[in-house]
């Protein structure tokens, strides 16, 4: 029990003078169930996660959520508003309510909508931006973000046609690699292109990686 108590100290927002409190309120019980005493509520969570966020950088943010969520066994694999066992980050894209969660220690996450309406690609650009150091990208009818990089040495340039603000280049693995100041014409220029698409986001400006299929 002394390994949850100390969870508790350090995740859960309890100090020094709960541990006799704890260690009762712990004592028999199963480590899923002593998990979900210490496991702080998801008000607590989100606070945290904004504090990184705000004061410190968004990957600072993410490694406070990942920590947390691999101390605690917050993973889900398909995590969701209604059925809210664990908590997980809110985040407003487009006027709508998303979740943000972990699914794995190797640093994979996952983002949901609260309503089923369909999620389109300006709202992947707008999430990718959120989070510069990860990349976006659709798997069957799910959102995951990862660390996925690409070797960018060498690469060669491409002609964007009617494109003013966008540049595209090939990189040696043959993805295609497009970047923009603007969002909807970087999204037109993407859609000539066929192949799975990762969206990102570095020096101010929006990045849709093309797959070669």
Known sequence: MTNEIDLALTYGGYT???????????????????????????SVVNAYFAEHYQKTSPKAACDYLLELSTALDLFEPYPSFAAEDKPFVRLNLSGRAFGFAFVNAQGLATVFAEDEGEVVDLTLLELAELFPHLVVYREGDRIYLDTLSWEEEGAEPL?????????????????????????????????QLSGKQVFGYTQRQSLIYVLES
């Open 16 to 42: 020094s003078l709960d541990r006799v409190y704890l260690t009762r309120q712990l004592q028999g019980l199963s480590r899923v169930e002593q998990l979900k005493i210490i496991t702080p509520p998801p």
């Open 159 to 191: 002609t964007c046609d009617g494109a003013f603000l966008t540049t595209g280049h090939r990189l040696t693995d043959g993805t295609v690699k497009l970047s923009s100041y603007n969002r909807q014409e970087l999204l037109d220029v993407a859609s």
